[in-house]
């Protein structure tokens, strides 16, 4: 794929998961399940999740949870795949 229509499509994407004050622990499951069904899952990270906490820092440890890789992180929202 083409890095140029890779982008398209991920910039198309809705975020279809929210972390709030749970934070990351109360997602994992449904990150995993939604990866597998998809090729990109678009996060969003609420204020309540971040804290004093980066957008980067919460991203990568989420994908560490999932065993995922951050695609990109754009403001107070990150891109997953598997």
Do not use: C, N, P
Request: proline fraction near 0%; charge should be negative; glycine fraction near 10%.
């Amino acid at each position: 794929m083409s890095e140029t229509s890779r982008s398209g499509r991920i910039h198309d994407l809705d975020a279809t998961l929210r972390v709030g004050k749970g934070g990351i622990e109360a997602v994992t499951g449904e990150l995993d399940s939604q990866l597998d069904d998809r090729e990109f899952v678009k996060v969003k990270f609420l204020r309540s999740a971040r804290g004093g906490t980066d957008t980067e820092t919460l991203a990568a440890d989420l994908a560490d949870a999932v065993g995922a890789t951050v695609v990109e992180t754009r403001g107070h929202t990150a891109v997953f795949e598997r």
